[in-house]
């Protein structure tokens, strides 16, 4: 069991999240060995299935940066790992990381983390107003077309930064990656040569793709020390199930999301 509240100021902690994910695309990835190097990371369980605070990335990585990380699929209560004080609160536990602030981003450098973001789709690219509020909660955060969803290599080049970010950092100081993962979100034809549209198999094309660029990054953790690692989806995405397309709506397969935590420790492995 993971005890946030412990490991707050003696762990990195990485939050990575892979943007429109399906539990079910990311499951059966996983069972088929399409995803090796998550699998090796994963608990022994694999994905878990949970549901997303948001149907679609803004409002789904502002709950995340309040606290509310995606909530088991069985009937709570859950408490939750991170928390930022306020009145009230039914979710918090003696396990929870109790962070002062108005995001755990600005709660976690309060107490002694460097804050580094990886953006992946546009509401992370600072190219707009609003595709800086996210970004700017961060005391670092990078992105250019290479980490986009046009870009066929992106998890390889935001890996690649993360990677340099994470080498430059004194290592007595304590560091919050967060990577948002864009190969995932449409388009993902291109991953899978001659599809002409979007579907379960494209994006599970996108996710092995994604899974071949990832060992460095752990890598890099590992050279570090302990770290705790979440990754999920943010929301899933429909391929025409009932008739629904994308996201932004109340389809199960937005709303049912696959997650997984775990402690990664010095010499590489996990617990």
């Not at 309040?66 to 918090?92: I, Q, Y």
Request: hydrophobic fraction near 45%.
């Amino acid at each position: 069991m993971i005890r946030a509240a412990a490991l707050v100021g003696t762990h990195d902690i990485l939050l990575m999240t892979l943007d429109s994910l399906r539990h079910d695309v990311a499951a059966a990835a996983l069972a088929a060995g399409r995803t090796p190097h998550l699998a090796r990371l994963l608990p022994a369980a694999g994905w878990e299935r949970r549901h997303t605070p948001g149907s679609f990335t803004f409002a789904a990585h502002q709950a995340f940066f309040a606290g509310f990380l995606p909530t088991p699929a069985a009937p709570g209560p859950h408490h939750r790992h991170f928390a930022l004080r306020f009145e009230g609160s039914r979710t918090t536990g003696p396990d929870t990381a109790l962070l002062d602030g108005p995001d755990i981003v600005a709660g976690l450098a309060a107490r002694g983390y460097h804050t580094v973001c990886i953006g992946g789709v546009g509401f992370f690219n600072g190219r707009t107003p609003l595709g800086r509020v996210l970004p700017g909660l961060f005391s670092e955060s990078h992105w250019r077309p290479a980490f986009g969803v046009q870009a066929r290599d992106s998890t390889a080049a935001q890996v690649a930064c993360a990677v340099e970010r994470v080498a430059a950092l004194d290592p007595a100081r304590r560091l919050f990656l967060f990577i948002n993962v864009s190969a995932t979100h449409h388009p993902t034809r291109h991953y899978l040569p001659g599809a002409t549209r979007e579907g379960p198999e494209t994006q599970a094309a996108a996710l092995a793709h994604a899974d071949a660029a990832l060992p460095p990054l752990f890598a890099a953790l590992a050279r570090r020390g302990p770290a705790l690692c979440i990754l999920c989806a943010d929301h899933g995405t429909a391929f025409g199930e009932d008739g629904h397309h994308g996201h932004r709506l109340g389809h199960a397969t937005v709303w049912d999301v696959p997650y997984a935590e775990f402690i990664l420790d010095a010499a590489g492995d996990d617990a």
